[in-house]
């Protein structure tokens, strides 16, 4: 009977250990699953053809593959099986192209090897000029190419591994039944001798070796460096994210240190904006990492203001110094909720204050900060470059702001993105359009006649084309067709770098569609993405560089040419079903029809 009561009472112990609450207790059902180790990517998913697999030769499979589109990690690329490359560019351009590697056993230490590239007069592309990235599969809330994205809750439940992110290796293993892309780039020095090159890269594993042709034609045009590209190019930035991820205190020099590496891929991409916020937190405090004020309103103890612009010029200047040169935009003179920030200089307290564009205290206090940034800007010497920023506003909102901007001085410059509004066109120097909420064709050229600046402008809207990670590649590079065949002069994108959680693996974001926060990877990777919308950028500049030339000539041929080019680009502005392989054969055709025009008009 002892032994039974012992029983009983050491079961009625564990029994309340068990169930008992204890400080800081949290329910088994909310933990999150822990692994052994951190992975640099999710390895979940299953083959939708498993035949596919069997039917695959055992050993080391490689091939070239198209950039134009995605490759899934347990899926056998089945209609890649081309073991040259052969590609076609000018003196200063990028040529990219992906390499895929896949076995039905594991293949250990996969390295490459790739070799100079030589023409006929032994004139040689140093093998210094490739630059080679395994590509990593992030997490996305959409299937591929998915027409069903709105800009809020995915409606699928599932999640989507995409290859997007760009990681530098020495080698690497593939593990069995799966694929691993590698994004290949060649930067054509701008000093090459036009002509034929050819060469190889060479797959090694332990076991087994592939090697891969490789024939390079480099045509006598010459493409100038990004910095001067005439492409307005604008990803909005969050420098704050930089410190976020990185666990640094803002404005550190370890954080500057990052910063400049971290801008480096949109200073060679041409970019043209600098992002700078003269309010804390403009937009309704939906990102993981608020935009923070660069500009500090401070109320002084006699009440009067004082703006202390020291972040705002550590940060533009740096951006500057890396080519980053020809537009700030400060946002924003109308944030979210009309919400206004200062420091009390009396308490020492944040104060927080609406001042709506048409009251008589926004016209007050915003007037006193106009008048002391332009005097600052002005000693600068940035007060021509700068743009007062507005996005996606109330109409009447934006017009009462524009109005109070105006009445303090009419040499303000104004950005806005968003709909069309035609009250709007006049008072504007920069308007960026949402993509679908435009203006006529006639309009639009109106505006150009001008000199007013126009982009096309994309976010979690339009479900396409966009470049979410689960975006065919080649609608990235179309964006940029579309823009020249509307006559406008560049691209804006939300955003640059406002990463959700854990970026490195998983692109979504909790409101929108996985990838539409951010264009590049922490450490200043770039991906599928970012590269394919560079791609779009330098055909739009050959574009520019094509039709001056064009214009000169006066050879009948290639009037007739370029009169035949103009003609493929309205295909562009008329797009609306943006079937794949159809926007591919687009571009691939106007790309064709460049390069006969290049060769043509060559000097």
């Keep these: 009977m002892k032994k039974i009561a012992l029983i009983c009472s050491l079961a009625g112990f564990f029994s309340m250990t068990s169930f008992a609450q204890h400080k800081g207790q949290v329910d088994a059902a909310r933990l999150p699953v822990l692994s052994g180790h951190y992975a640099p990517e999710y390895t979940f998913d299953k083959t939708v053809d498993e035949q596919a697999w069997t039917a695959t030769k055992p050993g080391l499979n490689v091939s070239f593959g198209s950039t134009d589109k995605l490759f899934f990690r347990t899926e056998v690329p089945v209609q890649q099986a081309s073991q040259s490359w052969e590609a076609t560019g000018w003196k200063g351009e990028r040529l990219n192209t992906q390499i895929l590697v896949w076995a039905t056993d594991t293949l250990q230490q996969v390295r490459f090897n790739v070799s100079d590239l030589v023409n006929a007069d032994g004139k040689t592309i140093s093998s210094g000029q490739v630059k080679l990235n395994m590509i990593r599969y992030v997490l996305s809330n959409y299937p591929y190419a998915a027409k069903d994205v709105v800009c809020g809750e995915s409606p699928y439940k599932d999640g989507f591994l995409m ?22 780039s060649l930067d054509v020095p701008s000093n090459t001798a036009p002509g034929s090159y050819t060469g190889t890269v060479t797959v090694n594993t332990t076991k087994h070796t592939a090697t891969l042709q490789v024939k390079i034609n480099v045509q006598n045009q010459l493409l100038p460096t990004p910095h001067d590209w005439g492409y307005r190019l604008d990803l909005w930035q969050n420098p704050w994210a930089v410190a976020s991820y990185n666990h640094l205190k803002p404005w550190s020099e370890e954080h500057k240190v990052l910063l400049k590496q971290h801008m480096q891929l ?17 937009w309704s405090d939906n990102s993981y990492r608020l935009e923070e004020g660069m500009i500090a309103w401070i109320k002084e103890k006699n009440g009067d203001w004082k703006f202390d612009y020291s972040i705002f010029d550590e940060y533009v200047e740096m951006s500057m110094k890396m080519g980053i ?31 709506a564009p048409g009251t008589a205290k926004y016209q007050e206090n915003f007037h006193v900060f106009l008048t002391d940034f332009k005097k600052h800007l002005e000693q600068k010497g940035w007060f021509g470059k700068t743009y007062l920023g507005i996005n996606e506003n109330e109409l009447q909102q934006t017009l009462d702001a524009i109005k109070v901007i105006k009445a303090h001085s009419s040499a303000w410059r104004i950005t806005y993105a968003g709909n069309w509004h035609k009250e709007l066109d006049t008072l504007l120097d920069d308007y960026s359009y ?3 909420e435009e203006p006529s064709q006639k309009e639009q050229a109106q505006r150009s006649a001008r000199g007013a600046s126009t982009t096309v402008y994309v976010c979690c809207n339009p479900p396409f084309p966009n470049n979410f990670v689960f975006s065919p590649p080649i609608e990235g590079r179309w964006i940029s067709w579309y823009a020249a065949s509307r006559g406008y002069d560049g691209f804006l994108r939300w955003a640059y770098d406002a990463w959700p959680e854990d970026p490195m693996r998983d ?97």
């Excluded at 040169?325 to 009396?346: E, H, Q, S």
């Design 163 to 184: 290859p997007d992110r760009f990681e530098p290796f020495e080698r690497f293993e593939v593990p069995g039944k799966t694929v691993r892309p590698v994004w290949l």
């Design 266 to 282: 949109y200073a060679d991409a041409g970019g043209k904006y600098i992002t700078t916020y003269g309010v804390h937190s403009p």
């Design 325 to 355: 040169d020809k537009a700030i935009t400060v946002y924003t003179p109308v944030p979210w909720g009309n919400r206004f920030r200062y420091l009390d200089a009396a308490t020492g307290n944040y104060v927080y204050e609406s001042w």
């Design 434 to 436: 949402l993509y679908g």
């Design 507 to 603: 692109a979504r974001h909790g409101t929108w569609a996985a990838g539409d926060c951010f264009m590049i990877y922490p450490g200043g990777n770039s991906c599928i993405r970012f590269e394919k919308m560079r791609e779009g950028i330098v055909d739009f500049e050959k574009i520019q560089i094509l039709k001056k030339l064009a214009a000169s000539s006066k050879d009948k041929e290639v009037k007739k040419l370029w009169q035949d080019f103009t003609q493929h680009l309205k295909i562009f502005s008329n797009e609306h079903a943006y079937v794949e392989e159809k926007i591919t054969g687009d571009v691939d055709k106007g790309r064709s029809m460049m390069e006969t025009l290049s060769n043509k008009l060559a000097r």
